[in-house]
């Protein structure tokens, strides 16, 4: 089968469709089970992963919040289930949503929504694929494509009918490799700042919310790393340890520790920006879509946005007041030479002058706090809940300034490794998409995709 290729070639490729590559590999595309095949009753605490199109990100699936079903399930829906190589695609809603089923996703479930590709053996290169369909003449293609005007939905025929580039399986493979190369260096950072994120999280909960320091003493350590629970080296835990009060009072606080309203600790900035004022400038773009795709702004001129922002200061936090119980807490970092705004539905806020930065991340990352923030919200709609901000600002929160400072001098440069590595991670990422279109059409080859790697 041949087609017309999405982009002009340098190399006398074959150009046929996603669908004839599929099949002549032994492979298919289809859709994930209906409604009337799995139900919302059948979903589980601890079983077989369901993968929905919330799940799948940029060009990865994650397992944060998904859904989850019992294996007597997964054996009867079992040729839903995806393997190593395969490509899931959001049917409805964000069409462009897709990712590479990897090693550590086999055996999960192609989920309602979503539609599964896979490739079979010896035609094409999964990867190779993966990278052919973020092109964005490939992405542009789906969106034109899918049916819907409210809600764009795709379905086996039009996703099998995708123009698709097929060089020879060398190519595929150098082509793969090279891009692949980036992708490995963007995940290594990406799962360095999980752990730092975690670093950041556990020590805050150990010392505000589970009292460790303190407890460890009424147990009756008395060593200075004991204390700290051996989280840091003796030089430093000697300096730590006297902050803490060596009991609790009858309050359940550590003696001496008080809490105090949120709005102590941070304000909140409410500036506004009406961008449609500034036709032609170019702005920096916190939004909710942006956090959710790559936690990134986007650069939109002002004719562009048509509804009020609020403008982001230096050294501010975002925090989302939409469903709380999603974790959307964004530092911002700026992306060029532009005004940073964000959302109204992110409240923005400044540490006060006692606070800093990387505490206050850590304190609405907690979970205490988030179940707070939840307890807040109105609206009957479960995927509308607010918080509202007067509320919130009047949350008691427990951060003693001694230990506040302490936190921060520990957890201060945890932030701005990560920084630097989203930092990083947007170079790599414009560098990828720089050479995919080139690889793509033929019109470089690895070894000069190579010396720019």
């Not at 095949?37 to 601890?46: C, E, I």
């Not at 973020?134 to 099998?160: D, E, F, R, Y």
């Not at 999603?326 to 911002?332: C, F, G, T």
Request: glycine residues 6%; proline residues 7%.
């Amino acid at each position: 089968m041949s087609a017309e290729a999405l982009f002009p070639l340098k190399q006398n490729w074959e150009v046929t469709t996603l669908g004839d590559v599929a099949v002549r590999g032994g492979g298919s595309i289809q859709t994930g089970p209906f409604g009337s095949q799995l139900h919302a009753s059948d979903y589980v605490d601890q079983g077989i992963p369901s993968i929905m199109p919330q799940n799948i990100t940029t060009d990865r699936i994650s397992a944060e919040g998904i859904a989850r079903i019992t294996e007597q399930d997964a054996n009867r829906l079992s040729k839903y289930r995806v393997r190593k190589g395969d490509i899931v695609y959001s049917r409805r809603g964000d069409v462009e949503r897709r990712a590479l089923v990897r090693q550590e996703n086999d055996g999960w479930l192609c989920g309602t929504g979503c539609l599964k590709v896979s490739f079979g053996y010896g035609v094409v290169v999964p990867e190779y694929a993966a990278f052919y369909l973020s092109h964005p003449a490939s992405k542009a293609w789906v969106v034109q494509h899918a049916v819907g005007a409210t809600m764009p939905n795709l379905n086996t025929s039009i996703l099998s009918a995708l123009p698709f580039v097929l060089p020879p399986i060398e190519i595929q493979e150098d082509i793969a490799a090279a891009l692949s190369t980036l992708e490995d260096k963007i995940e290594l950072n990406r799962q360095m700042n999980e752990t730092l994120e975690e670093m950041a999280r556990a020590l805050f909960r150990d010392w505000f919310v589970d009292f460790g320091p303190t407890r460890r003493q009424m147990e009756g350590a008395t060593d200075p790393a004991v204390i700290m629970g051996q989280a840091f080296p003796p030089e430093k835990a000697a300096t730590l340890a006297p902050l803490f009060p060596v009991e609790l009072g009858d309050d359940g606080l550590p003696v001496g520790w008080e809490e105090r309203p949120l709005s102590s600790v941070v304000e909140q900035q409410k500036q506004s920006v009406k961008p449609d004022q500034y036709l032609h400038e170019v702005f920096e773009h916190f939004s909710l879509p942006a956090f959710d795709k790559a936690k990134w702004p986007t650069l939109e001129k002002g004719s562009e946005i048509k509804s009020n922002k609020t403008s982001v200061p230096p050294n501010a936090l975002l925090v989302s007041k939409l469903n709380p119980r999603i974790e959307r807490v964004w530092v911002p970092q700026s992306a060029g030479q532009h005004r940073l705004i964000c959302s109204t539905e992110f409240l923005c806020f400044k540490p006060s002058s006692d606070l800093g930065l990387a505490t206050v991340e850590a304190l609405f990352r907690s979970d205490k706090m988030r179940e707070k923030m939840a307890s807040m919200v109105t609206g009957t709609s479960n995927s509308h809940q607010r918080v509202p901000p007067k509320v919130l600002m009047q949350a008691d929160v427990l951060l003693p300034e001694d230990c506040g400072a302490a936190f921060e001098a520990v957890a201060l440069p945890l932030l701005q490794k990560r920084q630097a590595n989203e930092q990083e991670n947007q170079t790599l990422a414009a560098l990828r998409d720089l050479l995919l279109p080139k690889l793509m059409s033929g019109e470089i080859r690895l070894k000069d995709a190579e010396a720019l790697v």
